[in-house]
């Protein structure tokens, strides 16, 4: 069998509450191999790159440190401030220095020379999101031959939207280096697939197969999935609250929809004011996971407008909104706040995928469980079918959502709960892995996508073209 060699953007030691870093985390330990990339650490300027090789749960683990230049130019100038903006739609908010794209490309070639070190002729290459689009062409120009697969956990623009940033034909042609592309979602591979046919000389070899500008490559839809093996359920954090507790977890940035979902509360509240000093609004966010490109206008903000909805309805014994704006809030304490609430608000203006829905779903007791409401421009909405599924930049039918919410009878609350949990358990991350390793390793066109198609009807290429 061959080794896996995971690269990702930041290689995590599992804490806090991130379901992302815990479900790669997951599918290390479960299948072993070498798992690669940052450490989070940033170096002195000038001193050499601090390098770590650790053997734990199983795998091993190679993380390095960023110079301040790196870190100022790369992860945040091109990363956060034209990659971000570009792949969440706004590309009105992306800026595009020179330095920074070439910060970009100087990083992704020193992370191809680490792991070029590593690589063994029988490994199969993962590489996780858009931090490294050019890995593969920077693998495969210093001579390797390993089957390499990408997978995008943001959306995929539109074409026209991809196409605003400088370097848009410098990504797309470094992506037809790697032998399969997945995504999350059925919206996201279709974006994708009518750009490069509508800009590219592409040859369709089958329904999930392409062969563009010479290079074979392969497409697929692989829903991610959380690590389902999650902490009790009720923490004693929440465990005596006296009211009707609405969740939403969610990074302070432009893309969030927090002021939305504030607006909303303001709505349920005047148009049915028997929830007056009976429900409450939790926003937790974490700051460690937020761009400072972003935060701090967009706080200032957020704040005001907690303060204006408190003002407006509150009293000395109950406030409509909480905001927990800190890192002190750990897995367990998360989950038992998950388990706690009646409803769960994942609401994001535009997203990839939104594994803390999948985690509040895990977190429900079965016999007496909250509701999910989805946006519906995440890719999770193509999945979690139960959900209720709503327009996030609309206050109002977010408001009458909540209210659907809140007054759902216990029998339509399990029937949906049944089906999301099904879902969450049965694609959970050692699917995800299984899946698109499968089809990195298997025959062209074989992989998740035909499956999916059969299983829970997400649109793939098939369905289109």
């Not at 004011?273 to 967009?298: C, G, I, N, Q, W």
């Not at 206050?395 to 007054?407: I, K, M, T």
Request: proline share 6%; with cysteine; aromatic share 10%.
């Amino acid at each position: 069998m061959s080794r896996l060699v995971m690269i990702s953007s930041r290689c995590g030691v599992p804490h806090g509450a991130d379901a992302q870093v815990e479900a790669l985390h997951d599918i290390m330990r479960q299948r072993g191999g070498l798992w690669m990339g940052w450490s989070g650490a940033i170096g002195l300027a000038g001193a050499p790159r601090q390098v770590s090789v650790r053997d734990t749960a199983g795998y091993t683990r190679q993380r390095w440190s960023m110079s301040p230049t790196e870190y100022a130019d790369y992860y945040h100038g091109y990363v956060h401030q034209a990659l971000w903006p570009v792949f969440h739609n706004r590309p009105d908010l992306a800026t595009h220095p020179k330095r920074a794209f070439c910060a970009y490309k100087a990083w992704n070639e020193a992370v191809a020379e680490m792991a070029t070190d590593e690589i063994c002729p029988d490994d199969v290459v993962w590489v996780q999101d858009y931090h490294l689009i050019p890995l593969a062409r920077c693998l495969k120009e210093a001579g390797l031959l390993n089957p390499c697969g990408f997978f995008l956990h943001q959306p995929f623009p539109p074409g026209d939207v991809f196409r605003t940033l400088p370097e848009h034909d410098w990504l797309m042609r470094s992506l037809f280096f790697y032998d399969l592309i997945g995504f999350q979602s059925g919206s996201d591979v279709n974006n994708f697939l009518l750009c490069v046919m509508r800009h590219y000389r592409t040859e369709r070899l089958s329904a999930t197969t392409l062969r563009v500008n010479g290079h074979i490559i392969n497409v697929g839809v692989f829903p991610c999935g959380v690590a389902t093996a999650r902490p009790a359920r009720h923490a004693p954090l929440t465990g005596k609250y006296p009211r009707q507790l609405i969740v939403s977890d969610d990074v302070i940035n432009d893309i969030s929809g927090i002021h939305y979902r504030i607006d909303a509360m303001r709505s349920l509240l005047n148009n049915h004011p028997h929830y007056l000093r009976d429900v409450t609004l939790l926003h937790m966010s974490d700051p460690a996971k937020e761009y400072p490109h972003f935060s701090p206008r967009l706080e200032q903000q957020l704040a005001r407008f907690c303060s204006e909805v408190n003002g407006t309805f509150g009293d000395l014994s109950w406030f409509p909104v909480n905001y927990l704006h800190n890192d002190a809030l750990n897995r367990r304490a998360v989950a038992g706040i998950y388990g706690r609430a009646r409803v769960g608000l994942f609401t994001p203006l535009s997203e990839g995928v939104s594994l803390s829905a999948k985690a509040y779903v895990l977190a429900q007791d079965p016999a007496d469980p909250g509701v999910l409401i989805l946006s519906q421009f995440t890719g999770t909405a193509e999945q979690l079918k139960g959900a209720i599924i709503v327009n996030p930049y609309d206050a109002h039918e977010l408001s009458e959502a909540l209210h659907s919410a809140l007054v759902m009878p216990l029998a339509e609350r399990r029937q949906r709960h049944a089906a999301l949990l099904m879902q969450v358990r049965q694609y959970d991350s050692q699917w995800w892995a299984g899946a698109f390793l499968d089809a990195l390793e298997g025959e062209p066109g074989a992989g998740a996508s035909h499956r999916l198609t059969r299983q829970y009807g997400i649109f793939t290429p098939q369905n289109l073209y």
